[in-house]
């Protein structure tokens, strides 16, 4: 058996190596040809899984080791008789860690507490519920708009309409990329949209760079130097907006979800569904982590202490672009994918422990909802 993979999937070649050859490639350089006489391809959203990447190939699977696949041409799959099979869900947690910290960090530098906030968010999908379920819980004053599931969601009593989302403190976007559908996302922020964001509000994409016209948002933020911006994502990546990529808040490269456990649990779920196809023994995976403790805040006020210690658990500012990577040349994009290529995937919230008894009720509580283990 001949196995095509994403050099840069976390433990792929010890999880797959035994399953047969293995070849091993950056995701966009994989091609047709490298894939003609392949049993399975294992990608990440670097790699555009479409009719010319698999026609006349002798794939049988294709497994993606992210919650999204709109990189995938499913119908192409589907026309080739390929099983295909992905991680929905798994990255999920990372995210909604990284939208609070984010928070965290803003009302660090605001001095203001962030669960004092009203949060807009857009995309009810496995990231947004979370956060809209966290958020509400912290006591925020919680606005959800998806007209895909607004009949039949849980959260249904969250759901209201974009307008009303887009004027909230904090609005963020978690909903996948489509552009044919009938409420296509492509552009959905675009320069009007854009213009009824609040004063002072914080915008967060840490969904699909597209959903934001880059562009438009550059030309915003020459005069609402009161938003704070924070993008994960970038339309066109890895080649992105230079100038935009200066003025943001926050930048990071496309790593929002890139936690140790969400990338153990893709393989694993990608590995499973592979040996199902071709009815192997799966070997165990192992995941064992052990927790780390966080050390007490200085700070007096409750607010401060625990954005601090989600600053302390996620130190979200290391994550920001290189300089030489905010530039629009092959260079740059070059050094994004190394950046995002090698970073040392973070551990979520859930692996962290702390003393209950060093904390107030009021503390304790709100970490309890964000995911920290209490002692």
């Known amino acids: ?29 994989i091609n047709n040809s490298h ?5 399975a391809l294992i990608v990440r959203t670097t790699t555009q899984v479409n009719n010319s990447l698999i026609e006349n190939s002798t794939l049988e699977f294709v497994g993606s080791a992210t919650s999204g696949y709109d ?7 589907q026309e080739y008789g390929i099983h295909f099979c992905h991680a929905p869900g798994i990255n999920a947690n990372a995210v909604v860690d990284y939208v ?6 803003t009302g660090l530098k605001k001095q203001t507490d962030f669960r004092n906030q009203t949060i807009g968010i857009i995309g009810a999908g496995n990231v947004g519920s979370r956060l809209a379920l966290k958020a509400a819980a912290l006591g925020m004053k919680v606005s959800v708009y998806d007209p895909l599931l607004e009949n039949s969601h ?10 009303e989302v887009l004027g909230q ?8 990329l489509t552009i044919s559908d009938n409420f296509p996302t492509y552009h959905m922020l675009n320069a009007n949209r854009l213009e009824n964001l609040k004063q002072g509000a914080v915008l967060i994409n840490a969904a699909r760079g597209a959903i934001v016209d880059n562009q438009a948002l550059d030309h915003l933020l020459d005069s609402r130097t009161d938003l704070t911006v924070v993008l994960d994502v970038w339309e066109g990546e890895p080649c992105i907006h230079e100038h935009l990529a200066q003025k943001v808040s926050i930048a990071t490269p496309h790593i929002a979800g890139y936690s140790l456990k969400g990338k153990i649990s893709a393989t694993e779920m990608v590995y499973n569904s592979f040996c199902n196809v071709f009815a192997l023994e799966p070997e165990p995976i192992n995941s064992m982590q052990l927790p780390i403790h966080l050390v007490s805040p200085d700070s007096a006020d409750d607010a401060s202490i625990i954005s601090e210690l989600l600053l302390q658990a996620y130190p979200i500012q290391d994550d920001v672009l290189k300089d030489e990577i905010k530039a629009e040349n092959k260079e740059a994009a070059e050094n994004f994918d190394w950046q995002r290529s090698n970073y040392q995937f973070r551990r979520e919230f859930s692996e962290f422990e702390l003393d209950a008894d060093k904390y107030s009720a009021d503390i304790n509580s709100s970490l309890a909802v964000l995911g920290f283990e209490l002692n």
């Open 154 to 163: 849980a959260l249904a009593m969250f759901f209201t309409s974009l307008e």
């Open 71 to 77: 990189h995938i041409d499913e119908n192409a799959l």
């Open 1 to 29: 058996m001949k196995i095509v993979a994403d050099k840069d999937i976390y433990r792929v070649e010890e999880t797959f190596s035994s399953a047969g050859e293995l070849v091993l490639l950056p995701g966009r350089a």
């Open 100 to 105: 609070f910290t984010a928070l965290a960090w």
């Open 169 to 176: 403190d904090v609005v963020t976007l978690h909903a996948p």
């Open 35 to 39: 894939v003609l006489n392949a049993d």
